[in-house]
């Protein structure tokens, strides 16, 4: 499927990153125009030393405009800028080369600010690293870390690309590393928040279900240091923020999961084990969001259209509006795709909004929707969710050696998923466990409940502990009266929600560019 890619934000005009010595020598160079750059460096060089000065401090920003620079193949009626920035103890200078639309409405601060972002923050430390000589070497690692991934996280689906291209495309991201017997760095945009569809999950933290993710992620982790000895490590991007308030969850909700899915990490796991192999961000750790004053007073009057009535935060509310300026997606593009039915693109669309359908009439917040309205909310969420997201390789956190997927008690398994959209996670789901069974197994909380109702069978929920995260146990046949929480296993819809937000309630009281190959998961 190809997504498409266009846009009019700060990161559609960056036309090149690169790396480069106080020299002037070319280090290295990634980006839409690497190529054009890289040709037209020498005179780019010159301009440089004519137009640039350094104070020799790493925080320094040069600024240079090479207008008598030849730059073939950049978007016409554009103002090309430079900017570049000192690495503090090295010799080494980076810099973001930048195509600005004369018809751009973003202010210079916001954009210099933005850039500014980049710079700080790209890792292109390890270009610096000489490959080996050795080229099979770093070519059978590469290709035996790929073997590890394809048997332990990859999911398959019906429509799997992955042995035309996927899986070359996989080894070559390995290979930067691997040629340079360095860490292999992955990045997971995952772990958002808990569905707000009580049919599907028992509250709003993370549960036996997150824990057996970060198990099988460690497991992932430890695999590879076996047969390459730098390792890996896993960045998990929280990408609950990005859309919660499309999903009718809370800002502190997704605050909240995110906090309490580190404390499982480092409390369910063995600290050491799982130190220096899994990391966490969300959008303020990426925009280094330190300070809620330290953005520009511009990002204030960026709008965020919000479809839902959703209680926002004022540092996630700053994240969507750096993110829309900065990164943004053209939304014509994506409709024009659907429009024109194209098929890949308008049955994920369909897919998504039959999804979202599912979550949006149970949602307090559209319970004074007509049917029709909730499905018209339904598909302009859809294509929200679609216009934040992108290519990525299907994973399955929740390994079938752990657990088993089922849509029922009946005990029928699904050991695969037809497409991406529908891959189990620990967040659209419960987990149990069946009396004398040591399996687990992850299926809809609906399905519980309704064993419940029709007392076919009974049990509690095991409460999160330091052993680890909170599940369903249950037995066969009908309950008795000291076998149940009727608190947590309450079958009535309406009351459930009653417990959910108070939870929130209480909740609330008690309260990157892409540059060196990260392996997207």
Not at 211 to 235: C, D, R, T
Not at 248 to 274: P, Q
């Amino acid at each position: 499927m190809e997504f498409s890619n266009i846009g009019s934000s700060i990161y559609h005009e960056v036309q090149a990153i690169y790396s480069r010595h106080t020299n002037g020598r070319l280090l290295y160079i990634t980006g839409r125009a690497a190529k054009t750059t890289k040709a037209a460096w020498p005179s780019i060089q010159k301009d440089l030393e004519a137009s640039s000065s350094s104070s020799g401090d790493s925080a320094s920003l040069y600024l240079a405009c090479p207008e008598t620079v030849e730059l073939a193949g950049y978007p016409e009626n554009t103002k090309v800028t430079i900017r570049e920035m000192l690495r503090s103890g090295t010799e080494a200078i980076v810099g973001v080369i930048v195509a600005t639309p004369f018809s751009s409405t973003l202010g210079e601060e916001f954009r210099n600010w933005f850039t500014g972002l980049i710079i700080r923050d790209t890792r292109l430390g390890l270009v610096a690293i000489p490959a080996s000589s050795d080229e099979d070497e770093s070519r059978r690692y590469a290709q035996a870390v790929t073997d590890v991934f394809d048997r332990t996280l990859r999911n398959i689906s019906k429509e799997d690309q992955w042995d035309m291209g996927g899986r070359i495309y996989f080894e070559e991201r390995l290979y930067f590393y691997t040629s340079r017997m360095v860490k292999i760095e992955f990045c997971l945009p995952a772990f958002p928040c808990k569905s707000s569809n009580l049919e599907k999950v028992m509250g709003i933290d993370p549960d036996k279900g997150e824990e057996i993710a970060l198990q099988q992620l460690n497991h992932f982790m430890e695999e590879v240091g076996k047969i390459y000895s730098p390792g890996a490590i896993v960045e998990i991007v929280s990408d609950g923020h990005v859309f919660s308030d499309c999903i009718g969850v809370n800002d502190d909700i997704v605050d909240r999961y995110s906090d309490s899915l580190i404390k499982m990490a480092a409390e369910v796991h063995n600290a050491d084990s799982i130190r220096g192999r899994v990391r966490f961000n969300g959008l303020a750790d990426l925009f280094a969001l330190r300070n809620i004053s330290s953005y520009p007073e511009e990002a204030n009057f960026i709008e965020v259209p919000h479809l839902l009535n959703t209680q926002l935060t004022k540092e996630a509310e700053v994240c969507r509006k750096i993110l829309l300026a900065g990164c943004q997606i053209d939304g014509s593009a994506i409709r024009k795709q659907i429009d024109s039915q194209e098929s890949s693109i308008l049955s994920l669309y369909r897919g998504f909004a039959k999804f979202m359908l599912e979550d949006l009439d149970l949602n307090s917040l559209t319970a004074d929707l007509s049917r029709s309205k909730r499905k018209k909310l339904a598909s302009k969420v859809a294509f929200e969710m679609i216009r934040n997201s992108g290519p990525k390789f299907g994973i399955k956190l929740l390994s079938n050696k752990k657990c088993k997927t089922v849509e029922s008690l009946k005990g029928e398994a699904h050991l695969g998923s037809d497409d991406l959209l529908h891959i189990p996670t620990p967040w659209h789901n419960s987990v149990f466990r069946m009396e004398n069974d040591p399996t687990y197994y992850v299926t809809k909380a609906k399905v519980i409940f309704d064993a419940f109702k029709a007392k076919t069978y009974y049990g509690k929920w095991i409460e999160d502990t330091a052993q680890g995260g909170g599940y369903f146990h249950l037995s066969k046949g009908e309950r008795t009266s000291d076998a149940v929480d009727p608190g947590a296993q309450a079958v009535d819809k309406q009351e459930r929600l009653m417990m959910r937000e108070l939870r929130a309630i209480q909740s609330v009281a008690q309260t990157n560019m892409p540059n060196v190959p990260n392996i997207f998961l």
